[in-house]
């Protein structure tokens, strides 16, 4: 695709712009009269709080503090509430008063991850370059390629940013890399790259160290408070299917000899919290490797403990503990094996081998599990 | 605490013939599978590779080869029924003007 629009200057070098894993090329939107601006944004939103101008136009300037609204904009996303339009307009923003000599950051346009960065650039003075990558986190987006090699050079022509800043360094953040090459980038486009610290709160440091980013800070950790964060998602996947099991039991129960009750449905209730939310949250202290193995192990330890307490090891209630032991840690085992994709660590590789390995048996004891609940439903 | 997934599944290759030790792949490789010995890369905890794919797409020379891809079941599920290449669809189509 060349990148000479209809209506933009003849860029100082002719170069062709190798583009891959690009979605459709973008429609140009401009006609030969004016000019597109660097970026689209509104004044009204609560997070600019003026204007920069440039010399090839305006900018926005954003704060660097959260305010309640984004506070809450980012709980109603961990809730799963719009969380695929959480996005920002992708270009140039501006931080404090930045000037040609300034840093160039790049990041994505989930507004989530934006937020996240410009809180950690109080006081600082630079530019903040937003791709286009759907509204989608840097990780993520780098493994789908959306932040990635063709987008950074489509972004920097959009923006003019070589005629914004005199030096030729951008700074990526670490998570980044997968969907970048960064020697191709300076090939392309003269534009070396610094990947910096995997979080932004160590960026700061990292500007002090002269680019350089400690091991510490290039390591991706996973702690109890990063996983919990991830669960509310996860239950409210899972709880979404719930509704077409409730359907099921409802059509059931019109017949049963032994309806299902509360009792039923709280046991079933407490294995899909221990697969969305407590395997994940105490992970690393569940013995086993694999996720499967980890929420099946606590999804056996929960629902004995629930048939226990609802007295069906009881000789009438053998077959609900039958049925019960076969289902409900199986279908944990399952909902725990979903959260590999929420974690930082597990491979492709890895997530295969681990479903060819556990997907049969989860199948398999969760058929006969049901038909032994149902005998116990429809028995006289 | 350190978490650990399943051993010996990830398909990360180096080929120190062609590197040139440059360091890009350690710089940033975010589970430090990666060291610089001897100006040669060196995987010293291959166990802890996630096939992000970061060190074989910002080598210079192609020294490292890995199958890259999301550890996600979802993707991989969404991939066998659709029959295609794994990935996670979290991304609804939209307009870009």
Known sequence: ?380 | MKHKYLKDVSTLELSTDKCIGCGKCKEVCPHAVIEIENRKAQIIDKNACMECGACMNNCPVNAISVHAGVGCVSAVIRGWLTNSEPSCDCSGGSDCC
């Open chain 1, 1 to 380: 695709m060349s990148e000479k629009g209809c209506c933009s200057p003849a860029p100082n070098k002719p170069r062709t712009v190798k583009v891959k894993n690009s979605s459709a090329p973008e429609k140009q939107c401009c006609c030969c009269s004016v000019a597109e601006p660097i970026t689209k944004y509104d004044l009204a939103d609560h997070w600019i709080t003026g204007e920069l101008e440039t010399e090839k136009g305006k900018v926005p300037v954003v704060s660097t503090r959260l305010s309640f609204k984004d506070k809450f904009g980012a709980f109603k996303v961990r809730f799963n509430i719009g969380r695929m339009k959480y996005q920002i307009n992708p270009g140039l923003y501006a931080v404090g008063n930045p000037d040609s000599h300034s840093p160039v950051m790049v990041s994505a346009n989930y507004k989530l991850t934006f937020d996240s960065l410009r809180k950690e650039l109080d006081g600082l003075n630079c530019w903040i370059m937003i791709l286009d990558t759907k509204g989608i986190n840097v990780w993520c987006a780098a493994g789908k390629g959306t932040f990635g090699t063709a987008e950074i050079i489509n972004r920097i022509e959009k923006t003019k940013l070589s005629e914004i800043v005199s030096h030729k360094k951008l700074i990526l953040p670490q998570l980044g890399a997968p969907g970048v090459s960064a020697h191709e980038i300076t090939k392309q486009t003269g534009f070396t790259v610094a990947y910096g610290p995997v979080r932004a709160c160590d960026i700061k440091a990292f500007l002090q160290a002269d680019y350089k980013a400690t091991d510490e800070m290039r390591k991706v950790k996973f702690t109890m408070r990063d996983r919990l964060v991830l669960t509310p998602v996860e239950f409210i996947t899972a709880a979404k299917t719930v509704l077409f099991i409730l359907g099921i039991i409802f059509v059931v129960n019109l017949f049963a000899a032994r309806p299902f009750v509360a009792a039923d449905l709280l046991t079933f209730a407490a294995a899909m919290v221990t697969g969305t939310i407590i395997t994940p949250v105490l992970l690393p202290f569940i013995p086993g490797k694999a996720f499967a193995l980890k929420g099946w192990l606590l999804g056996l330890i929960v629902t004995a403990c629930m048939v226990w307490l609802n007295g069906w090891f009881a000789v009438n209630g053998v077959l609900l503990a039958i049925g019960y032991l076969l289902v409900l840690p199986s279908y944990s085992a399952f909902l725990a094996m979903n959260f590999t994709g929420s974690s930082t660590y597990t491979s492709f590789s890895g997530v295969l081998k681990e479903m060819k390995i556990s997907i049969p048996p989860i199948i398999i004891s969760i058929v006969v599990g049901c038909i032994v609940l149902l005998v116990k439903a429809f028995m006289r």
